[in-house]
């Protein structure tokens, strides 16, 4: 059997995991108030080039998404969102259980745009009777989108203009950081990211760790108190130097780095070889997650061999599914599945 | 220096490492659906005595108590604690964040009674005024309390019978667990902990995992559709199995039972220690938690060779100070600390 | 100048502010417990063909839709709606704020079908990761519409149905019920309404009182301890006779039905004037909202003499605008505007 | 029968009646936008003496607590204010259905004092793990208090001083405001209050009106997009100058003064016939809530003549009780009450 279903199937890559064995047996302080933890959030904002950031580790991409916009969100705003955002369909309603409306926009292929954003808030804010509907009091965006696809440099500068026009907060969400990076075609550095917006995250539980999520922010100012607000939403870890021994190992030896290429090269070969053999994209990504529109007898055939996900809902003779590959996956994984369509 | 702040400065028991490391490289399903995680459910009731019951992993104690008291509770329905109890003054407010009321009530060295219980309850509903009061909807207690005191089985009959009386669901915080059950005193097995309320947590974080609580419950019918609510908490874990896997080691072997004992038996020692030269109790705990009131100056010296933590405020002469004691606690240790004293 | 901005612009029906007259200088106790208000309670369940029902009185429409959907709805459940029903739109985020989802449909003129509603849960419960989705929990509608459509009588009963099947309870917001009961070719009665849904409101503020919804209900059974959560949602009116007393009056001698009655009359009166005179409908509505396409022109010399809303955006030649009528709506009003355009 | 119940047993005070009829069939726009509102604002600053403030108005207590609450802290923060406020006891836990802690201070007779509140805070700040704790945000006090009391001017501002040092905002529960101006001994005017405080309410509802809450801030910054706030709270009225036009009476020709005055004259001619029959004071109150521990047999054969509130528990031999004046009690009813003593 081979397994594609996601990128949370398999434990620590073998670097993080090296690092949690050596460090076991140490006494720290808890609540990542260890050096471990002050240590990846240095080695975290130098990568990103912040000088005066903050850094905050969480353990989840729901709990991150519902803590880092409880915090930017006064109480009568909301979030703007694409209609297929994670924070409106997958978090069981993580976002409004904090009191806060997602506000969707339509989509292209998982991605806003700068001008649809500009559009619904200066709507927003032409009439007056505005003050009894949500005001848009940030965006939300994905690096990778929930489908796989990235934003160009130009789009996401598009999209933070219009932000800081309007003095909005943008946040992007990077539970799949490392395979957008690694992208083909991808014209955006860490770098480049983290200054093109006010706050993202830079995703571990699905680029090589155990779990753990790292918040990064070139605005401590919009952060108060945070971190007794992660407390409150029970996001506070123990043992926090867990977190800081892993992102230590995802940034040493550019091991993130690596991890998001190796995901992507593979993600590469395997949409090769179904585009190779006359299978249709059902949507075109350069990441680690590969959507084919495939003949629902393949699609059973290649169940006793893979492991993968079906994209919605079955066709008659057509269904979309999908592939998501990882650090754990090797070339000859993707043989077998290929071998099998 | 030797190392007595908290039980949750070190990783995981070597047992549970083994067993992570061991499984770090199988794909399994995420979210916990996995055979790891229902091999520990199983594992659990049954050590429990449940036929059948639900066993639900989460991954920190603020993190469980907010998700299960959300819960149990209606919207207009508030939790009766103890004064001291770990909702109401170490939580940042997350039972409040919910919506709810921690209505506290005295205590006795951390611990409720069932005759303060049950008059305030028959108070409650004595008034018809009460419908703009806050209903006291559950009762929330720990074991062992946050200043180490266990409740004797009768105790706890009482406890539960007040709650049965008035249909309202009692909730056991065992962050701590091992530790309470492995007391001197105590007379209370986990089984008739587990049928003397209707769910409870075995705390993993601070009794040898690396993090996780395990929450046992006799009747699932209270808790409807509690994944999806887990989930809206930020506190689904994407690799689930790592809770089930470290479950899994510490119920099999007894090595829960173990860990439990070891750190009582080095809690004793330490209290025999203290007690031997003299320093006189703050708080009489059988458990991993011992309290005493040492001179300032000894306290000074103390903190050159040991970690551990002033207990409030600090006094003229004297100050209470907390030592706790866990899983890596050696005896060596203990010798070091007696003998700086 | 004469007034068709709204239905909430004057004071009370002559009839409605007699019997506050009358009633001022007595005592009775608050929070609604007296007399008064029991019998309106029991005038409207007899209205409704309601036997074993109940009725609760409430200041306004936004609190009355957020009380009531936070009661029918679990933590974790949302709520279905059109995506320009007033709760999803108009209310500044009033039902996320309780911690739902407003999980919208598409509409046709502001109503929903019973299909749409059907397949959306019918989808909701084929998939099993529906568990990190929100729940529908509840049908939201209104009578009449935003738009001032109304659902025929079979409409009804079939969205009605959908809801029985999935068991889970119908809501309609009544604020402008009065008008609705009466439009042109309405084929559905106050007595049909009641039990076609779990339970509705009959709007009082915009239908002739000063302020005041009734929530009526034939499963008083979904409303445990509803009068305690709508104090916690600050909902309580201390002199709540002021409700009933109201309420009393527009179910005496017809009161309600003929305030409808005369804004639905005054409005086909104002429909027909500018239909006659070429100018076309924006919304086809037959109760007391009235939608056209105005040319910009006429809107500016219209401004001068009447009061009215832009409907939306203003256009580059031709703008829609609405016009409401009420009880206090004059003839000579309409006259006025008519010879106007 | 006379009655003593509450002050929100009768309708409104015949000036403010008088003015809800004379406007009653004007048109003016909706949600407080009238001049009416606008012109009741204006004198309550005046009165106030506050040159650049915002008051806003709202229809009941609970509600406006709850709101101005919410605006007030910041999610993760509390409240302060004695175990007897209004808010801890009699609203259904409606501050923490906003998320919102209330910390509760010991009270003397229903009041706080500035030591008690400065010491709390000041040891919160003094410890570095309060980060998991909730923060005091803000402080609540009642004038007069749930018992009747009042602050003197020199109590007031120590209290502010607290407030200001910690640089946390101050509100004042006004909701018998009146009856606490007019007190015997009140050193305090309404001028004094207004800036003694961040914000504060004048009460309508007990003092006079038929409903309505006049909240009143010199420092509107602390208010933004408090609109908006009220009505995601439900809380916004439609016909909003029922609110304006009820405060412009209250407003003109002292009416909220002499209200007080009658009804404090009221209370003291009881409170002096109760004391000069020899029956002891329960609570010692200068307003018009009047609280005596009186014979069970008088209590039951006064029942027969009076209404009137049993102060908590019954005792064996005597029972507290509590008898309140407002602007609508008769000389005429006071000594039907005494002759039956």
Known sequence: MVFFDSDYMVGAHPEILARLIDTNSLHTVGYGRDEFTKDAAEKILKACGIDNGQVYFLVGGTQTNAVV?????????????????????????????????????????????AHDISEYIKQF???????????????????????????????????YAVC???????????????????????????????????????????????????????????????????????????????????????????LYRKI?????????KLKKGFMDKGYPLFIDSPTNQQFFLLPNDIIEHLKEVASFEIWGTKGEKTTPVRFVTDWSSAESDIDILLANI
Chains 1, 2, 3, 4 share one sequence.
């Open 125 to 159: 804010y032409s009439d007056d009777t505005n003050e009894f509907m949500v005001r848009p009091g940030m965006v939300y965006i994905s690096f990778p989108t929930e489908l796989g696809t990235i934003y160009s440099k130009d789009e996401l500068e598009n999209i």
């Open 69 to 113: 916009i409880d915090r930017l969100l006064d109480h009568n705003d909301g979030v703007l969102a694409a209609s297929t955002a994670h924070i409106n369909v997958h978090e069981a309603g993580a976002i409004e259980s904090n009191g806060h409306k997602v506000i969707t926009l339509p989509h292209d292929n998982g991605k806003l745009n």
């Open 260 to 268: 998001g290429e190796h995901g992507v090269r593979m993600a590469m």
């Open 164 to 254: 800081r026009r309007y003095d909005i907060p943008l946040f992007i969400d990077g539970a799949r950081l490392a395979y957008g990076l690694a992208a083909d075609g991808c014209d955006v550095t860490l770098q480049e990211l983290a200054h093109n917006c006010d706050v993202f995250y830079i995703g571990g539980t699905k680029c090589g760790a155990l779990f753990g999520e790292a918040v990064v922010t070139k605005r401590p100012e919009l952060f108060p108190r945070f971190r007794s607000l992660i407390k409150l939403h029970g996001a506070t870890l123990a043992k926090g130097r867990l977190l800081g021994v892993q992102f230590l190992a995802l940034f040493s030896d550019e």
